[in-house]
């Protein structure tokens, strides 16, 4: 791949280059002290343990939770959202959730209720992207375990008013779960002052980490099941899986080497921080979203302001569909960026391309203004049909 003219905006689907010394140091941790997390008495294994247990605390701090929050990991974002959805409801729950979710909740809700486990009601959004805190109270009935919402849209980069939603379900007393898939890393998170009771993350979007590595936190007295069972190199004389947290919500063998990684990239996005990287990439957005608003036969999504909204851009070129937009980006200009349906099909059947699908400019650290230039010059090309 020739990285000098590839410019990579599809940041939202995962991030893209990885920032190379994270990694580096992370396998060659990863050499060290290889061995089986908390399995063996060794000093290897525990020195396994401790790192991370580290990177739990190093998390834990990121999203605002206290220390005695427990931090479970797991593969990425959908997998933390089965385990907090299958192990907080009952048969006969309610669910109150959203039209923004992605399928990673959509599907468990659905297959949950198709299997006549639970039912649940989704509050719609605004013409601005919005979901409304009072239409989440609305949809609130006795019989509901649980709300679950997705922090910020990875189709409209909208982000919903968590603190007032919180407010919300900790008067009502039920709990608040949050997707936090494409905020994490993006804008701060302040799991305990927003009374959030569950948070799902992905380590492999904005915080910058690999694939396959993710994670859940809850409140210490969330009432979760396990779904999954087997080995937890604890408890191990007891033939049911152990309540103990972290491991009553992790099963088998950590992803020792994702972890490591994800701890080395929350070092570089707080030495990011203090060099103001969120600021920059809302910035080269807002000129994104300009620059297409100037061209004629291009319509933008939700982007009128970009108050509380991720680096993320949505649009359609009037006569395409999306899909060939993406193809003639890859092939003619060498941009990527995501087409189609990404995964919430609630939120395209509102907006209006259920049927030809949308175009996402997604931001990341590596961004450049070069990169913002090319893309409203390769659209306007396309627009212009030259
Ligand atoms: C809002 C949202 N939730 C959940 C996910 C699922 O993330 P993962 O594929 O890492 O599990 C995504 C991924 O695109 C997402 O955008």
Not at 8 to 15: F, G, K, R, S
Not at 152 to 178: D, K
Not at 257 to 269: D, P
Request: glycine share 10%; aromatic share 6%.
């Amino acid at each position: 791949m020739d990285n000098t003219t590839f410019i990579y905006l599809d940041n939202a689907a995962t991030t893209y280059p990885k920032p190379g010394g994270c990694m580096q140091r992370a396998l060659e941790r990863y050499l060290e002290i290889g061995a089986s997390p908390s399995r063996g008495g060794y000093d290897l294994a525990r020195e396994a343990e401790i790192a991370v247990s580290e990177v739990r605390d190093r998390l834990r701090r990121f999203f605002g939770a206290d220390k005695d929050y427990p931090l479970c990991f797991g593969g990425n974002a959908t997998d933390a959202l089965n385990t907090l959805i299958q192990g907080l409801t009952e048969p006969g729950d309610h669910v109150v959730s959203t039209c923004l979710e992605h399928n990673s909740v959509l599907r468990p809700l659905n297959h949950l209720r198709a299997q006549g486990r639970i039912e649940f009601d989704l509050a719609g959004f605004d013409a601005n992207g919005f979901v409304g805190p009072n239409d989440i109270a609305a949809l609130i009935r006795p019989q509901t375990r649980m709300v679950i919402i997705n922090h910020a849209s990875n189709v409209l980069g909208t982000v919903q008013p968590v603190a007032a939603i919180g407010e919300i379900c900790r008067n009502a007393g039920i709990p608040l779960i949050l997707d936090v898939s494409q905020s994490a890393g993006a804008i701060p998170i302040d799991m305990k002052a927003w009374h959030v009771s569950g948070l799902a993350f992905t380590g492999h979007k904005s915080l910058l980490g690999p694939t396959g590595i993710g994670g859940l936190i809850i409140h210490p007295d969330l009432p979760i099941r396990s779904i999954r069972f087997g080995g937890t190199g604890i408890d191990s004389a007891n033939l049911f899986h152990t309540q103990a947290f972290p491991y009553r919500l992790e099963a088998g063998t950590l992803n020792l080497l994702g972890i490591l990684a994800l701890g080395e990239s929350l070092s570089y996005l707080y030495e990011l921080e203090t060099q103001g990287y969120r600021m920059k990439e809302m910035a080269l957005t807002e000129q994104l979203r300009d620059g297409l608003l100037k061209i004629d036969g291009i319509d933008l999504y939700a982007a009128k302001s970009l108050e509380n909204h991720i680096p993320l851009i949505t649009c359609n070129v009037r006569g395409y569909v999306a899909a060939d937009v993406g193809a003639i980006l890859d092939g003619d200009f060498n941009i990527a960026v995501r087409t189609g349906l990404h995964c919430a099909p609630l939120v395209h059947e509102r907006i209006g391309t259920s049927l030809n699908g949308a175009i996402r400019f997604s931001l990341g650290v590596f961004n450049n203004q070069a990169h913002i230039d090319a893309a409203i010059s390769a659209m306007s090309m396309i627009a212009r049909n030259t």
